[in-house]
């Protein structure tokens, strides 16, 4: 083998191999590369070419070694050549002939492709189809169901076929017109159900009084059944004192302004009513609210839908709270009223509780601020306005009845019963009204005389009407008289009734048996110290009142005034509350029928110095007569027997009442009999004359002394006429000296005689001395009589002087 060439495989190896090898060198930074850059290129490349040349001998030695096994192979390949030939024309005949046999089975095969093709493309539209059949299905569903109306359902299916259905087929246009539809279908849904929820409101603001009055009914029943099972003897007991009261005096009970009737406002109904109370939500289909809701909440605008629907039901309480002008004229205008807030709150309190937050606590709570402010200042208006306590009882029934039916449904109503104890005091002030009417009545009707009873039976009747006990009565035989007159067992039970109309009232205010007592306590008191206090002054000051009305007034107090006690226990027994209680108010009526019966004895005094001032016109004295009549003045004889008469009427009077009006007319009359002789008409007075009026005074000494009314000790009664009879003895016995002499000391005889009258009536003597004696001044004893008057009418004057300065 010769030198290997570059050319040849060898070659590109050794020349691959160097130029490796610079590489590696190079890359190494060995640094013989340097010797490029330098002077010893030469040198270098002569040490190279040494080196090629050593390689090239060694891989020509390497080809010498395997040249013989490379000939004998290149021998074998060309012996093969030739079997190949043979070969391939085999193949070649064999394809030849196999295209031939095939070309039916290619043709077969081709008609199968096609129809493989074709059975692909069925089963590809029939997977298509399926796909979108349950689309076309739901939407079919959707129409139907808009169709129908049904609209919660329909949203349902549109929901269902907008994020299930149509999702697997959004690739088809029938797809994307639907998409492109449901914004449409959403707002037709949410339209239509906002107009099903019009429909609704409008619906539950007609039908609110009724379920109003359902719910209240509910409470009714509820309340009278806690009443039964919690205090089933109460009510009956009470009851029993009531019948036991009034029950014998059927008058008494017709009197009576309050009846049993007025007790309560639902009575009848809840004994005609005993089945089962429908709910709200048995009279109220609430689904529109509902599908409403759940239709916006799905379409992404609940708050929109909570929004109008809380706006509206505030116009909607706005209306319901505001009263008719004429509510206050009826029962049923309150009733309604409240039906109509009860309706609409118990309305809320379901939409609460079974809505999941259309409307929250905050919410409801807002709104029954409103009302309860709305409602207060309605009730407290309207109910200013009545003036029947029947109306003004049921009125406070209904609110307890109104506040009980809200307070089930957790609403506070404690503003509700302070409001009630409000109207109670308006309430105390319409019964007092009435009583008034009522004590009228009775005081008017009433003959003012003592009550006869022929028999046991009728004496053991008025004994339970009135407390009254006297063993000298019991023990008269039949018939017999107590000694008051009618009004006083009906003005007895007038406050008992009045006692348990204050209690009616007080009923279920959710009070203490102490608050209720010292209410009904002072009701009574402004009853006897305002509304009978006031009555009996009337009919005590009437002008044509009687003395012997006045009489049997003074003893009809007297009576009544015992009874307070009886009133006190009768208190007690229906609060049971002792009257040792701290701060118990105690009954006024000890102090009302004093008062009255002072001012009936005042009368009583009055009257009878008006009629002794009726018969003092009658007199009809001569003053200027010579000498005195046999006897005393026709008129004096007529009021002496007058005054008998009259003071024999006062028997059942207390003895003080009778003495002092028996002193008082004494003075009355001395007083008036003095004025008589002292009147500036009279100006001239004979000795006859004061001697027939010292008949008369004697008349009336005669009568003091006689006793009229018992009870007076000695001539205490002749006191009265004192003053008169010691100016008649001072002139009729002339003895000016005494009187004169002993005048200003307390021994004196003519103590009780004033200067001033003395001169008056001497006067009035000198005056006719000198006009009956003409010839007086010829006349010595005439004359000295004369000095004699004027010497002690000065001396009287310079008493007069003296006693001035």
């Not at 009255?596 to 001032?613: F, G, P, V």
């Not at 009021?639 to 009077?653: D, N």
């Amino acid at each position: 083998m010769g030198p290997v060439r570059w050319g040849d495989p060898s070659a590109d190896v050794k020349g691959t191999a160097g130029i490796l090898w610079v590489l590696q060198k190079r890359s190494e930074g060995d640094a013989t590369w340097s010797v490029y850059d330098g002077e010893e290129h030469g040198r270098f490349m002569e040490k190279l070419d040494a080196r090629i040349r050593n390689h090239d001998r060694e891989i020509e030695k390497m080809c010498n070694f395997h040249y013989q096994g490379f000939v004998d192979a290149i021998t074998e390949f060309l012996k093969v050549r030739a079997e190949a030939q043979k070969l391939k024309n085999q193949v070649t005949d064999a394809n030849r002939k196999l295209q031939m046999e095939s070309q039916k089975l290619v043709g077969a095969m081709e008609e199968l492709k096609q129809c493989r093709l074709q059975q692909r493309n069925i089963s590809a539209t029939v997977d298509k189809l399926t796909q979108c059949l349950p689309v076309l299905e739901m939407d079919s569903k959707l129409r139907e169901q808009m169709k129908s109306k049904r609209h919660y359902s329909a949203l349902k299916t549109l929901e269902h076929l907008e994020h299930m259905y149509l999702p697997q087929v959004s690739h088809y246009r029938f797809c994307k017109v639907m998409v492109d539809n449901i914004p449409k279908l959403h707002e037709e849904i949410k339209e239509v159900s906002m107009s099903d929820l019009k429909d609704f409101l409008e619906s539950i603001r007609k039908h609110s009084d009724k379920i109003g009055e359902t719910a209240m009914k509910q409470a009714q029943q509820q309340r009278n059944l806690d009443n039964v099972v919690s205090q089933p003897s109460k009510a009956g007991g009470r009851r029993f004192k009531k019948e036991a009261c009034a029950g014998p005096d059927q008058e008494v009970t017709n009197v009576s302004p309050m009846s049993e009737q007025d007790s309560g406002i639902l009575d009848v109904e809840d004994e005609e009513e005993e089945e089962e109370v429908p709910g709200a939500q048995d009279l109220v289909d609430f689904s529109p609210v509902y599908r409403c809701l759940h239709i916006y909440s799905v379409l992404g605008a609940r708050e929109t839908f909570e929004n109008y629907y809380r706006k509206q039901r505030r116009k909607q309480a706005r209306l319901v709270l505001q009263p008719p002008s004429n509510m206050h004229e009826t029962l049923d205008g309150y009733r309604k009223y409240f039906n109509q807030i009860v309706g609409f709150f118990v309305i809320e309190d379901h939409v609460l509780h079974t809505s999941q937050g259309l409307v929250d606590r905050a919410y409801i709570d807002e709104l029954w601020d409103m009302a309860l402010s709305k409602t207060i200042a309605a009730l407290r208006t309207h109910s200013s306005y009545c003036s029947d306590p029947n109306l003004v009882l049921d009125l406070k029934n209904l609110i307890v009845l109104f506040a009980d039916t809200l307070q089930g449904d957790g609403f506070p109503v404690n503003q509700l019963f302070d409001l009630l104890l409000e109207i109670r005091d308006q309430y105390s002030e319409t019964l007092l009204k009435k009583w008034a009417g009522a004590f009228r009545n009775i005081l008017d009707s009433d003959n003012y005389s003592p009550i006869p009873v022929a028999n046991e039976e009728m004496y053991r009747k008025m004994v339970r009407q009135f407390p009254f006990h006297d063993s000298e009565l019991e023990k008269q035989p039949f018939p017999k008289k107590f000694p008051f007159s009618e009004f006083v067992p009906r003005v007895h039970n007038q406050i008992k009734e009045f006692i348990y109309a204050c209690l009616r009232f007080s009923e279920d205010l959710h009070l203490s048996s102490t608050e209720v007592d010292d209410m009904i306590r002072k009701s009574t008191n402004l009853l006897l110290t305002r509304t009978l206090s006031n009555c009996l002054q009337n009919v005590i000051k009437r002008k044509n009142v009687g003395l012997t009305e006045l009489v049997q007034i003074i003893i009809n107090t007297t009576h009544l005034e015992k009874s307070c006690q009886f009133l006190e226990e009768f208190i007690t027994n229906i609060t049971s509350v002792l009257p040792e209680t701290v701060h118990t108010t105690k009954l006024y009526g000890t102090t009302t029928f004093k008062d009255a019966r002072h001012a009936a004895e005042e009368e009583i005094y009055t009257n009878l110095n008006q009629k002794i001032d009726q018969f003092l016109p009658l007199a009809d004295y001569n003053w200027m007569a010579v000498e005195a009549n046999s006897k005393a003045s026709d008129y004096l004889v007529d009021l002496i027997a007058f005054l008998r008469s009259t003071f024999a009427v006062f028997t059942h009077l207390p003895g003080k009442v009778a003495q002092t009006a028996c002193m008082s007319a004494c003075k009355h009359l001395s007083t008036s009999l003095t004025q008589l002789l002292l009147e500036a008409e009279v100006r001239q007075l004979s000795l006859g004359a004061l001697q027939q009026f010292n008949l008369d005074v004697a008349e009336c000494e005669q009568f003091a002394r006689s006793g009229p009314v018992p009870g007076f000790q000695g001539d205490t009664l002749q006191l009265a006429f004192i003053d008169l009879r010691q100016l008649l003895d001072l002139f009729l016995q002339w003895d000016w000296s005494t009187y004169l002499a002993d005048y200003g000391q307390p021994t004196c005889k003519y103590l009780r005689v004033n200067p001033a009258t003395a001169l008056i009536l001497l006067e009035k003597m000198k005056d006719t001395s000198r006009k009956n004696n003409v010839f007086a001044q010829f006349r010595k004893n005439e004359r000295e009589k004369q000095k004699l008057i004027e010497a002690v009418a000065k001396q009287l004057r310079g008493l007069i002087n003296s006693h001035h300065s």
